[in-house]
Structure formats: structure tokens, C-alpha cells
């Protein structure tokens, strides 16, 4: 077993529990809901994978629960602690967020994407450097090469490292990844899953994970969530 990573704040966050409670969203002018009263529990350190075709409430579900998009109904938890009213900003500082052709900054290097939550959190500047070299490190980058590049200048799977080296960055219990590997060829996007299930080995975190292809929820998840198209 490989020691735990320890930082100035003291050992690595180990995941924390999610619980959705009768979670319902209605988008403005539309007769059904996108996503209709769905309860979950997530334990501590789990990978739950939430699978289904297009259109059937995966993504609406995600983004919930770091509120990129406000539910119309029910209660999130986080560690026990409702965040449903939670300053939406506040909250998305402790929650990774990884989505798919990895959402990088192009204006912005690697180690400046990286450092991005980080650096809002107003770490001392030494301890962002290494932690942006830790994370780099991580995620299969060597820092000397990738720092100071562009999103541009690297492949589409070493960006998709990077998005999940900047979601890992500040350390969150929590990671959410919508088709974080969607963009990507299926030989790196094998490469990718594998190294996702290597770093929640050493990591635990608890993730939630939204995809539509079956066979990478069977990998990846601990426990899989079917979701259907709403008839
Ligand atoms: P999935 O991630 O499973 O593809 P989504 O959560 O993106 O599904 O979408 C669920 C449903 O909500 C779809 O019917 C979609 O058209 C609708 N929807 C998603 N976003 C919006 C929006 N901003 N406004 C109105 N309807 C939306």
C-alpha cells in the first residue's frame, strides 16, 4: 500500500458520503421533468456511475450537485451537511469537476489551469508549484515537459490528464465527471479508465461518473445507476 499523500493541510481528503434526496428538476417550459424525484446514497470513497442514453437526465443529475444547475426539488447532502442552499461558489470549490474534451482554459498553461481552484482557495504560492508538480506527477505528466504548455499543444488524452489533474487539485472529497473520456480515441479512453480506477485506489474519493457507454460504467463503477429514457 502506498503511504497516504500528505499536504501543509494535513492527510489527502478521503471521500465523503452524497445523498440525494427526491432530487427533481423541471426546466422552464417543458411538461415533464428532466430528472424526477431520484434518491441516492453515496458511501464515502464509492465510484457510482450514473449510465443511460441520451437525453435521460444523467448530466441534469450531475450538475445538481455542484449546482451548475439549481434543483427544483429535494435535498443534496455532502458528509452529512445539506448544501442545497449552500453558496453555489462556495460549494463548487470543494467538489472536482472533469467533463468531457477536459474544458481547459486555452489562454491558460497546464500548470495555470491546474492551479486554477487552488489559487482561489489563496494557497501560498509555493504550495500551489508543488502541488501543480504533485498533480501533474499524478495523472502520468512529466511537469518539466507539460507545465508550461498549452491546452493546444498537447493530444486529446493528455488534455483530458490535465482536466483531471485541475479537478484533483485542491483536494475535494468530491469528484463529479460528465463523459470526462467521451473525446477521445478508444485506446486512450482504455488508458484513461485505467488510470482513473489506479488513482481511486490510492485516492478514494467518492465520484460520480456519467456516461453513456455501458461497458466503461462496468468498469470504472463500483455500483452502476441505470437511468431510462422517461416514456
Ligand atoms: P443526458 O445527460 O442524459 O444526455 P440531460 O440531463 O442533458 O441528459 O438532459 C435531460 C433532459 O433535459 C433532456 O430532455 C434535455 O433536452 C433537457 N434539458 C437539458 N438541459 C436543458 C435546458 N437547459 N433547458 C431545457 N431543457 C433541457
Not at 445523498?19 to 421533468?33: A, F, N, Q, V, W
Not at 485506446?187 to 481511486?200: G, P
Request: net charge negative.
Amino acid at each position: 500500500m502506498p503511504e497516504p499523500e500528505t499536504t501543509e493541510a494535513g492527510p489527502a481528503s478521503v471521500g465523503a458520503t452524497i445523498e440525494l434526496e427526491g432530487l427533481t428538476k423541471r426546466y422552464p417550459g417543458s411538461d415533464r421533468p428532466a430528472v424526477d424525484n431520484v434518491s441516492m446514497e453515496i458511501g464515502a470513497g464509492e465510484t457510482v456511475v450514473l449510465v443511460g442514453p441520451s437525453g435521460c437526465g444523467k448530466s441534469t443529475t450531475l450538475k445538481m450537485i455542484n449546482r451548475l444547475i439549481e434543483p427544483t426539488g429535494g435535498r443534496i447532502r455532502i458528509g452529512g451537511e445539506d448544501v442545497t442552499d449552500m453558496d453555489p461558489v462556495k460549494l463548487r470549490r470543494t467538489i472536482g469537476y472533469a467533463i468531457q474534451a477536459s474544458g481547459l482554459f486555452p489562454h491558460m498553461t497546464v500548470a495555470q489551469n491546474v492551479a486554477l481552484v487552488p489559487k482561489m482557495l489563496r494557497w501560498p504560492s509555493a504550495r500551489v508549484r508543488d502541488r501543480v508538480e504533485e498533480m501533474l506527477d499524478l495523472v502520468g505528466l512529466d511537469p518539466g515537459e507539460f507545465r508550461d504548455r498549452y491546452p493546444r499543444r498537447l493530444s486529446g488524452g493528455q488534455q483530458q490528464r490535465v482536466g483531471v489533474a485541475r479537478a484533483l487539485a485542491a483536494d475535494p472529497p468530491v469528484l463529479l465527471m460528465d463523459e470526462p473520456f467521451g473525446a477521445v480515441d478508444p485506446i486512450t479512453r482504455d488508458h484513461l479508465q485505467d488510470e482513473l480506477i489506479r488513482l481511486q485506489r490510492e485516492l478514494h474519493k467518492t465520484i460520480v461518473f456519467v456516461t453513456h457507454d455501458f461497458d466503461e460504467a462496468i468498469k470504472i463503477g463500483d455500483r452502476i445507476a441505470v437511468l431510462r429514457e422517461q416514456s
